[in-house]
């Protein structure tokens, strides 16, 4: 069973940055993929990065050339940047880590943009 946790999330002013990290509870170097999620308030929860144990990275085009994906194996953590934050990026963002057939999920962390 692997366990995730978040962090860094927190209330930004638009066009601010933040950085979430996710540790998870076991070495990462064999996982499959990781990725961040995201839900806001009465939508589903969407995709937002992911990156594979071999290194390839996938965003949403929402996020493309804002937010960056990065895993380190050492630390078994995975981190989101995420700059140029807009008010539509407010959403509890979630870590997922996919260690086949299984998927798992942190508690979720909020991140809200607001002036």
């Known amino acids: 069973q692997v366990q995730l946790v978040e962090s860094g999330g927190g209330l930004v002013q638009p066009g601010g940055s933040l950085r979430l990290s996710c540790a998870a509870s076991?070495?990462?170097?064999?996982?499959?993929?990781m990725g961040w999620y995201r839900q806001a308030p009465g939508k589903q929860r969407e995709l937002v990065a992911t990156?594979?144990?071999?290194?390839?990275?996938n965003y949403a085009d929402s996020v493309k050339d804002r937010f960056t994906i990065s895993r380190d194996n050492d630390k078994n953590t995975v981190d989101l940047q995420m700059n140029s934050l807009k008010p539509g990026d407010t959403a509890v963002y979630y870590c997922?880590?996919?260690?086949?057939?299984?998927?798992?999920w942190g508690q979720g962390t909020q991140v809200t943009v607001s002036s």
């Open positions: 997922n880590a996919f260690l086949a057939p299984i998927g798992y």
């Open positions: 076991v070495s990462i170097f064999s996982i499959n993929a």
């Open positions: 990156i594979t144990s071999g290194g390839n990275t």
